[in-house]
């Protein structure tokens, strides 16, 4: 059983806003900073949202994520056929002290 | 700009140890700014945190995963700019891709900025 629970999937055509949750607990997103990566079939994650709502540099503003209470979003403006990828979620769980990914979800762009 | 490349046997005898090394360059394992990460990817699932390593040249700390805990070992060689995962008693569950990955902060905040492209590890007789 999963600690952080992710859609296994989500889709949206070219030019929609797509929003990937990510649900946990008091122990972990609730007390600390939600992170976001992005992964390409046969490549290395990469980071896409720090701190909840932050961007490294590059990555363009139509990803953007938010955070609240016990759970996490990651949204995706602007929908491009080159976001079609797996998406994680990542926390420091307090109580079973361990970083913690999210099932992943697979996102279609049809 | 970090870049980080593992290395290791990509076929493991069960029962056996995995050794695996990660190769840093354009920065320091020493650096006060990193920890040093290993993930790990079975085949078409989700990732794992396998445990985080920090080491400055006078002082270190170390991160498990509590389910891993008792078989990981992880250690740094900054002569080679180098860090390294042990995994022993090695089983088929742990067929899977292992990252290493630069941790930027505390090793309690999963901010992996950096990663390596990943090595294919099977558990087979």
């Known amino acids: 059983q999963l600690v952080l629970s992710q859609p296994p999937s989500a889709s949206g055509t070219p030019g929609q806003r797509v929003t990937i949750s990510c649900s946990g607990s008091?122990?972990?997103?609730?007390?600390?900073?939600v992170y976001w990566y992005q992964q390409f079939p046969g490549t290395a994650p990469k980071l896409l949202i720090y701190?909840?709502?932050q961007r490294p540099s590059g990555v363009p503003d139509r990803f953007s994520g938010s955070k609240s209470g016990t759970s996490a979003s990651l949204t995706i403006s602007g929908l491009r056929s080159e976001d079609e990828a797996d998406y994680y979620c990542?926390?420091?769980?307090?109580?079973?002290?361990?970083?913690?990914f999210g099932g992943g979800t697979k996102l279609t762009v049809l | 700009q970090l870049q980080l490349q593992e290395s290791g046997p990509g076929l493991v005898k069960p029962s056996e140890t995995l050794s695996l090394t990660c190769t840093v360059s354009?920065?320091?394992?020493?650096?006060?700014?990193?920890?040093w990460a290993w993930i790990r990817q079975p085949p078409g699932k989700g990732l794992e945190w396998i445990g985080s390593?920090?080491?400055?040249?006078?002082?270190?700390?170390?991160y498990h995963n509590p389910s891993l805990k008792s078989r990981v070992t992880m250690s740094v060689d900054s002569s080679k700019n180098q860090f390294s995962l042990r995994l022993s008693s090695m089983i088929a569950a742990d067929t899977a891709v292992y990252y290493c990955a630069a941790e930027w902060g505390s090793g309690s905040s999963p901010r992996f900025d950096y990663w390596g492209q990943g090595t294919l590890v099977t558990v087979s007789s």
């Open positions: 354009g920065g320091s394992v020493s650096s006060n700014d990193y920890y």
């Open positions: 008091s122990s972990n997103i609730r007390s600390n900073n």
């Open positions: 390593i920090f080491y400055n040249g006078n002082s270190g700390n170390t």
């Open positions: 701190r909840n709502n």
């Open positions: 990542a926390v420091w769980d307090d109580s079973l002290t361990v970083v913690m």
